[in-house]
Nanobody, 117 residues
Framework: QVQLQESGGGLAQAGGSLRLSCSASGRTFSTYAMGWFRQAPGKQRELVAGITSGGSTNYADSVKGRFTISRDNAKNTAYLQMNSLKPEDTAVYYC???????????WGQGTQVTVSS
C-alpha cells in the first residue's frame, strides 16, 4: 500500500507561481512512475505532467513551457512547479503513483489550486 500526500495548493493571481509537493510512502519510491492530474468542476480528470523512474517527463500541451515536474528520490517526493498561472489552471490537483510491474495506481486526496484573474 502506497500513501500519497499533496501539499502546496492555494490561491494565486494570474501570472503567479505555485509549487505542489507529493510525499509518498514506501521504500521503493525511486521505482514509481509519478504524475500530476487535475480536475476542474464539470470536467474529466486530465493528466498534467508525468515523470518516469528514469526521469523522463511528459506534459499536457496546455502546460508545456509553464509547468515543470521533478522528483527527489532521497525525499520520496515529487514536485510540480507551476509558473505563469492562468485562471484555466484552476482545479483540484491530484498526485498519482504507478507502482510495480503492473503499474498499480495510487492517488492522493487532492489539493485545490485557484487562480484569480
Amino acid at each position: 500500500q502506497v500513501q500519497l500526500q499533496e501539499s502546496g495548493g492555494g490561491l494565486a493571481q494570474a501570472g503567479g507561481s505555485l509549487r505542489l509537493s507529493c510525499s509518498a510512502s514506501g521504500r521503493t519510491f525511486s521505482t514509481y512512475a509519478m504524475g500530476w492530474f487535475r480536475q476542474a468542476p464539470g470536467k474529466q480528470r486530465e493528466l498534467v505532467a508525468g515523470i518516469t523512474s528514469g526521469g523522463s517527463t511528459n506534459y499536457a500541451d496546455s502546460v508545456k513551457g509553464r509547468f515543470t515536474i521533478s522528483r527527489d528520490n532521497a525525499k520520496n517526493t515529487a514536485y510540480l512547479q507551476m509558473n505563469s498561472l492562468k485562471p484555466e489552471d484552476t482545479a483540484v490537483y491530484y498526485c498519482n503513483a504507478k507502482v510495480g510491474a503492473l503499474w498499480r495506481d495510487y492517488w492522493g486526496q487532492g489539493t485545490q489550486v485557484t487562480v484569480s484573474s
